[in-house]
């Protein structure tokens, strides 16, 4: 099973910042590791695939990085929309698993 | 556009069954995997198993086989994940999601999940 470590759990940003957030995978996954953003009571979207690829129709401040095992979401000149619960998911392998997810909260 | 939409919350007691249902639209339902997620106050999200909406087939998370069952009706475009002898420990979100990947041609798990329904709470307590 592939564990994922995401960090930090909580951030504060202020409109404008650079805001990264990191996931690490316990073994090489290749580019399988993509990327949710989820605000409360609603479905989490799809925002980033394969490592790298922002899903059509997300703002081109949010981007990623990363290859095998170690990944990044970056979020550019953070808006107070962006505030939400982030988190990873690798598909290389089952079972399917998660990063245990950040809070971004924008001040 | 794609939707997931699933049933409402639900309270059971321990040792009880929960059945969550999961009504699709803006796709062809038979086409793709939907894959059964959950998250517990607190925690992180768990993978529960996934379903072949066009052929029935099955894969589930060891930690979940004998208490997890995944079916789907095709007539109305729904999956239903069901699960058995709750304990307080399965107090949780429960999440359908559907798989990127074409079930006609390709594994599970091929392409990420890219649609999640909005959530069911199932509250376990006596």
């Known amino acids: 099973e592939t564990t994922l470590t995401q960090s930090p759990a909580f951030m504060s940003a202020t409109p404008g910042d650079k805001v990264n957030i990191s996931c690490k995978a316990s073994?090489?996954?290749?580019?399988?590791m993509n990327w949710y953003q989820q605000k409360p009571g609603e479905a989490p979207i799809f925002i980033i695939q394969e490592a790298t690829t922002l899903v059509p129709g997300i703002p081109p401040r949010f981007s990623g990085s990363g290859y095998g095992t170690d990944f990044t979401l970056t979020i550019n000149n953070i808006e107070s929309e962006d505030a939400a619960y982030y988190f990873c998911l690798q598909h290389d392998n089952f079972p399917l698993t998660f990063g245990q997810g950040t809070k971004v909260e924008i001040k | 556009q794609v939707q997931l939409v699933q049933s409402g919350a639900e309270v059971k007691k321990p040792g009880a069954s929960v059945k969550v249902s999961c009504k699709t639209s803006g796709y062809t339902f038979t086409g793709y995997y939907i894959h059964w997620v959950r998250q517990a106050p607190g925690q992180g999200l768990e993978w529960l198993g996934w379903i072949n909406s066009n052929s029935g087939g099955i894969k589930y998370a060891q930690k979940f086989q004998g208490r997890v069952t995944m079916t789907r009706d095709t007539s109305i475009s729904t999956a239903y994940m069901e699960l058995s002898r709750l304990r307080s420990d399965d107090t949780a979100v429960y999440y359908c999601?559907?798989?990127?990947?074409?079930?006609?041609?390709?594994?599970?798990?091929?392409?990420?999940?890219?649609?999640w329904g909005q959530g069911t709470l199932v509250t376990v307590s006596s």
């Open positions: 073994q090489d996954i290749d580019d399988d």
């Open positions: 999601a559907k798989d990127g990947s074409d079930a006609s041609i390709a594994a599970a798990g091929t392409l990420p999940i890219d649609y």
